[in-house]
């Protein structure tokens, strides 16, 4: 509180009836009376002067000088409301999909240094606000910050899955006249999200004295989806063509043995061997039961045809023999010919099979896939190699047979070829069978 004291001497004619010294204190209280009252709205105007901002002074680029600090925070929050609520949403023939405030996506816009500085100074004592202003700072940044976790799930739950197309992948077909036919793949869409969230991030505010916009609206960006199979891909695995097929009849077989034959090729029928992979009958064997069964028909044993159950399945893995002999790239790891003779090969080029004591088995060394296809068709086995395999390579089988003591005995040898030219002449095994004690009747309509 200001007081202003003022003292005057006025002279007083004591004959008049008023004595000098009464009207000398009246004089001082009156002017004590006007003073005080002066003194108290002066310092009202003085202590709401102090509540005012300095006129300079600004946040973000907001100017908020020259209110008083309860205004400048009303001000400032109401701003930063508006910036965090601003939409985004999207654009073309998505325009339906959800919208979301950059809030839910993750952005905060604060002044925290601005606010703390604006809140002190209004609740600071008027008799301080003097010295405060002084340290006041005339520019007070904002700050606009992302959580990437939130900014990653929203657009993800709101937006991921718009726009996404399947891809389709390539396909490989061998038609009835066993040519190998691809369809191509296609390639796939979906929302490219990482874009779609750096165009987001790119919303951000940077001043508060830019009026928002209140919503805006982005085009989905989308990325392509590989497929996972391609033409390329497919022919890399190397079934390119047909390199071989070979085939033997059973015209002459009974029901029994008929229906074994088609059982053991259809178990074998799309049987894939990857590059390294070794192939075992036995594995076809078994599945051929499982799935069709077995009928009676004859079966050699001890060197003789008697009757039991699976005979003609040994005619499969012969026919199947003959086809791999023929290509590049194959080992033969366990091959045994049959006791006696069969009437569907010529001697030496058979491959015997009995269930945990013999196998047919050879390895895929030619570097690609191999697939081996069969048809059974008026009688006749047919068995087909599907890979990869020179075009100007082929190879002829020769036997040469010996009589021996202990039976006929037949080395086979296998020719290379290139270009119809003989290049490599390279014996593939020795086969012998049983010289037989006395005659043995063979139904010739049964074949072993």
């Keep these: ?25 009246a004089a001082i209280v009156g002017v004590i009376v006007l003073g005080v009252g002066a ?17 300079n002074l600004r946040v973000g680029g907001l100017q908020l000088g020259g209110m008083s600090s309860e205004q400048a925070l009303g001000i400032l929050e109401a701003r930063i409301r508006e910036l965090e609520g601003t939409t ?3 654009n073309g023939a998505l325009s339906d999909a959800a919208s979301l405030t950059l809030a839910e996506l993750g952005m905060s816009v604060g002044a925290k240094e601005a606010a703390a500085d604006l809140e002190a100074f209004g609740k600071a004592k008027w008799h301080q606000r003097g010295k405060m202003k002084k340290e006041l700072r005339a520019d007070y940044e904002m700050e606009a910050t992302w959580d990437e976790a939130e900014l990653r799930s929203e657009t993800a739950r709101a937006w991921g899955e718009l726009g996404a197309s399947e891809p389709r992948d390539a396909s490989r077909t061998i038609t009835a006249q066993d040519e190998v036919v691809y369809t191509p793949e296609a390639v796939g869409t979906e929302a490219d999200l990482a874009a779609l969230r750096a165009s987001i991030v790119e919303l951000t505010p940077q001043s508060l004295a830019d009026s928002p916009s209140g919503a805006y609206k982005l085009a989905l960006p989308l ?46 029928d799309g049987t894939l061997l990857l590059p390294g992979d070794e192939f075992s009958y036995a594995d076809i064997v078994a599945k051929a039961e499982q799935d069709y069964g077995f009928r009676e028909a004859p079966v050699i044993q001890n060197g003789k045809l008697v009757p039991g159950i699976g005979g003609g399945i040994c005619q499969v893995s012969s026919t199947l023999y ?14 045994r010919n049959h006791s ?30 191999l697939l081996i296809r069969t048809v059974v068709e008026d009688k006749t086995l047919t068995v087909k190699l599907f890979g990869t395999m020179d075009e100007n390579v082929s190879y002829e089988i020769e036997t040469v047979r010996q009589q021996g003591g202990e039976g006929i005995v037949i080395e086979s040898y296998r020719v290379r070829k290139v270009n119809g030219e003989a290049t490599e002449r390279t014996k593939l095994a020795t086969s012998t069978y049983k010289t037989q004690n006395g005659l043995v009747a063979v139904n010739p309509a049964e074949p072993v």
Excluded at 1 to 19: H, K, T
Excluded at 223 to 236: F, M
Excluded at 322 to 335: E, F, K, M, S
Excluded at 342 to 365: E, H
């Design 1 to 25: 509180m200001y007081a202003s004291i003022f003292m005057f001497w006025i002279p007083v004619d004591e004959s008049e009836g008023m004595p000098m010294r009464k009207w000398w204190i």
């Design 39 to 55: 003194g108290t709205a002066g310092g009202r105007a003085i202590r709401e002067g102090d509540n005012v901002l300095p006129p």
């Design 88 to 90: 985004v949403g999207l």
């Design 223 to 268: 990325q392509g989806v590989a497929p996972a199979t391609t033409v390329a891909s497919l022919k890399e695995e190397g079934l390119s063509r047909k390199i071989m097929e070979f085939a033997t009849s059973f015209a002459t077989s009974g029901e029994g043995r008929s229906y074994n034959v088609a059982a053991a090729a259809a178990a074998l």
């Design 322 to 335: 003959n086809a791999i002999i023929r290509v590049d790239g194959i080992t033969v790891t366990q091959r």
């Design 340 to 369: 006696i003779p069969v009437s569907y090969l010529p001697l030496g080029l058979d491959a015997t099979f009995a269930d945990g004591y013999i196998d047919f088995r050879f390895r895929n060394d030619t570097g690609k896939q």
